[in-house]
């Protein structure tokens, strides 16, 4: 029976896996998402690459059995890609950019069987509109550390969770991954949910 791997160092992706009974293999792709290739694309187009090159590359690295699971997003505010802002600076110019407004929230998703030699890649998007902030508000969000390293700069299961009334779509893709859409291509694989339950376990 294949392994669950998980194709990324996101907390928030694992933590989605095993609150769901997954037991995944944590494999981080290093794929640097920073290069021209990549930032020249489309957000949407974008999540759907680097949710593709990270399961690849994992791939290449393992020799047995294996359901991988790539994933990226970004959050699509006016066409732009909001990252990860890495920085208090940049964390703080975009949280005033989103205050008091709507974006979407793109992920990636590459699942590969390697077994079975079947990939299946698709994006899923949700809407996310965020309350007005001020600037005191901002600053203490910042401060907090939570959105250097998320992308968009804000989370829903977090310290930005008081600042977002209204999500429109699959709340478990603006963690990082949809839950329902690893559950369909699951089954488009050939397995059932509680199969994939005990995979690595």
Known sequence: MPRIVLASQSTS????????????????????????????????DMVIALAIAKAHTVRENIDYPAIIIGCDSTFDVDGISF?????????????RKISGRSGWLHTGHCIIDTEKGIEIADRITTKVTFDVMNEEEIADYVASGEPLKVAGGFTLDGFGSPFIPVIEGDYTNVVGISMPFLRRTIKELGYTWPQVKKMGA
């Open 13 to 44: 992706r694992r933590r989605l896996l095993e609150g769901a009974g997954l037991n995944p293999t944590v494999i981080v792709s290093h794929v640097d998402e920073e290069t021209d290739f990549f930032t020249s694309m489309s957000p949407a």
């Open 83 to 95: 990252g990860k802002p890495e920085t208090p600076a940049v964390a703080i110019e975009r949280a």
